[in-house]
């Protein structure tokens, strides 16, 4: 069982932020939403271990309390 790494771990974390951002240019909410659940999902696809997906869940809820 893997752990979720919620620290800073991204290569170059600003350039993705603009690609990301960019991504999203021009898009409409639904098109923008739609883009982040594909992102989601291709992502999750990738990690593809449930234990840390399922605490990146967890983490993600409570980032909303």
């Known amino acids: 069982m893997s752990d979720l790494i919620l620290t800073p771990n991204i290569d170059d974390a600003d350039d993705f932020y603009a690609d990301l951002l960019a991504a999203h240019e021009g898009l409409e ?37």
């Open 29 to 65: 909410k639904a098109d923008s939403d739609a883009l982040n659940a594909r992102l989601v999902l291709v992502l999750a696809n990738h990690i593809g271990d449930r234990s840390v997906l399922t605490q990146a869940i967890r983490a993600a809820t409570l980032a909303d309390e």
